[in-house]
C-alpha cells in the first residue's frame, strides 16, 4: 500500500499516473474511491490505467460501462472499440467502431476498421478502408506497407516504410519495419545495421530508458521503465537482431542479442522473447525449450513460428509420437501456420515409424521436386547475370538459397533412415550423390563426417570435413556442436595427429574459461564431451590406464559437470575396467586405482540429487536412493575395493 496523506490523493494519483505506476494507481483509486467506482472520472480513469497495464479485457468493460452511461460521447465508444481490438475481440470491436458517427473521429475509425481487418487476415476488406483515408497520411502510408508485407511484397514493403520514415519525427518504428522487410529478404547485414539505427533512434526518443546497446559499444545493465519499453521498438529490435545473426549462424552475437532481453525476469518476457529464447537453448537445453514452446502454443496467441518450430523441434529429438499428437490435436493451426513443403515433410518423417519404405519414397519424391527448384533458380540467376538485372538475379538467389535449405533438410532425413538401421555405407552414397548440390553447406559436410566417422576405417577423410567447419569457427568454438569437436579430436588421435587434438582441447577449454568469466551462470560442457569421448575410445582400445584419468578430468569440477548423460557414459567406462580388472585382462598402475577410488567417492559425495539414467519414477524414497549417481558410485567404489 502506497501512504496517502489527507487531501492528497488526487495529487497522488496523478503523480503516479505521471510516473507509469499504473497498477498503484488502480490499488489507490479501488480503496479510495471504491463506492463512486461507476463514476465517469474513476472510469476513465481505471479504463486509461488498465489500458496502458495491457489488460485490455479490464479496459474494455470500463469504456463499455461510460458508453452506457454517457452515449452521446463517441470518443468513449472509440476507446471501447479500440480496448476490444487489442484484446483479439475483432468482430466485438468492429461492430462497436460501426456505431460511431462523430465527423471528428472519421478517419481514426478507418483506420481502426483496417487494423481489424489486418486482423482478421482480411486483407481485402482492410484495403477497402485503407482507399478511404487521405494517401497522404503517416499511418496510411505504413498501413500500405503492412499489407504489401503480408502478401509476402518485401520489396514494395520496403519502399513504403522508406517513404514513411522520412515523413515523421518519430521514425524509430518506420526504421524497424524496413529491418524486418530486410530480414525476410535475406539481407541479415542490412537488418542488423537497421536495427542500431533503431536502437538510437528509440533512445533520442526515450532518453529515459537505460539501455545501452552493443551499437554504442557497451552491455546493457537494466531497461529502465518497462512500461515506456513496450511502447517502443527495442524489445521487437533486440530480438530481430537475434533472428538475423541466428540465421547467418552466428551464434554467439545470437546469444548477445537475446541476453540484453533476458535481463529481465521470466514473467516478463513478451512471446516473441521467449519463443527465440526457446529456439537459441535447443540444442543445450531441449527439455526447458520444448516446454516454453508448448507453453506459448497453449496462450491466446504466439508468434507464427512457434507450431512449426515446436513439431522440427520434436523431430530433431525423435519424439515421433507427440510430433503426430500435436498435429492431430491443432488441426486449425496445421492450415494457418505450415507451409505445404513443412507438412509434407512431417508427414514423411513420422511415417518413418511405421514404414521406412514408404518414408523413403515419400522423402525420394520431395528431392524430386526441390532439385527442380534448384535448378530453376539457378538458370534465373543467369539470367539475370546476363541481362544485368540485379532484381532479377536477387531473387533468384533467395530462391535457390530457401530451396537447397529444404534439399539439405530432405537430404538428412533420408540418409537418417540408414543410420539408424546402421548401414553407414548406403548412407554415405546418398551424401555423395549430392556432392554437385550440398559440397559447398557445412551441415552436410558434417553429418557426411559423422558417417564416415562411423564406419570405423575412414578417419582420415571424416577429418578434413570436421576441420573444415571447425577452421571456419575457429575463434567461436563453443558455437560449434561438442561431439563435432570430440569426434575431430578422436579422428587426430587415430591418424596419428595427438598434438593437433591436444591444441584443440587447450582452446576449447581457454574458451570455456573466458564464457565463465564474462557469464558465470552459463554452463558449457565441449570441454567435458571432448574428454569424456577420447577417455571411452581409449578405454575401448585396452588403454585403460589414460582413457580412465581422461574420463575424471572430463567431470571436473564435479558440482557443474557431473550429470545424468555424463555420469551414464562415465560408469560404462569404469565398469568396464573393473570388468577387465575381475577377468585379469589388464594390469592397472595402483596410482590410477587410488585416483578412481578418489573420483568415485567424489561423485558420491556430489551425486545425491542426481538420478541415474534409465531410473523409474517411483515415490518410494529407499528406491529413489538406489537410482542416485550416489549409491551407483559407493556401488562402483566397493566393486573395485573387492578386486584390489
Known sequence: MIPIKDG????????????HMYSETVDVLTNAFGEFRQTRPMLSLLGFCYYQMRDFVSAADC???????????????FYYAMSLYRANLFEEALKVSSQIESQELETQIKKLKMTIKFGQNDLVGAEMYLDQCPSSDHDVIVNHGCLLFKRGLYEEALRKFAVASQLCSNKSQSVYNMAVCNYRLKNYGEAVKLVAETIRATLVEHPELAVRSCAMEADIQAFGDVDTLRKTSLIEAFNLEMACTYMSRQISESRSALDRLSVRSENSWDPVTMHNKALLCINTNPTESLQRLQYLLQQDSFPAETFPNLLLAFIKYDFYDMTADVLAENSDLVYRYLTPYQYDFLDAVITRQISPEESYHKLDKMISKLVESIQKATQQVEEGKRMIDEELAHKGLLEYEDSLTKYTAVLMQQAKIHWDLENFERAEKIFQSSYDICSEDDCWKLNLAHVLFMQGNKFQEATDFYEAVVKKNYDNLLDVSAIVLANLCVSYAITGHMSEAEELIRKIEKEELQSFYHNPDRLTYHSCIVNLVIGTMYCTQGNYEFGIMRVIHSLQPYNKKLGVETWYYTKRCFLSLIECLAKHMILVNDTVLQKCLDFLEDCENNGYDITSQGSPNT?????????????????????????M
Open 619 to 643: 515415490s518410494d524414497p529407499i528406491q529413489s536412493a538406489r537410482h542416485s549417481v550416489t549409491y551407483e558410485a559407493r556401488k562402483l567404489k566397493s566393486l573395485l575395493l573387492q578386486i
Open 63 to 77: 469504456y463499455e460501462e461510460l458508453t452506457r452511461l454517457h452515449p452521446s460521447v463517441d470518443q468513449y465508444r
Open 8 to 19: 492528497e490523493i488526487s495529487s497522488t494519483v496523478y503523480r503516479l499516473i505521471r510516473d
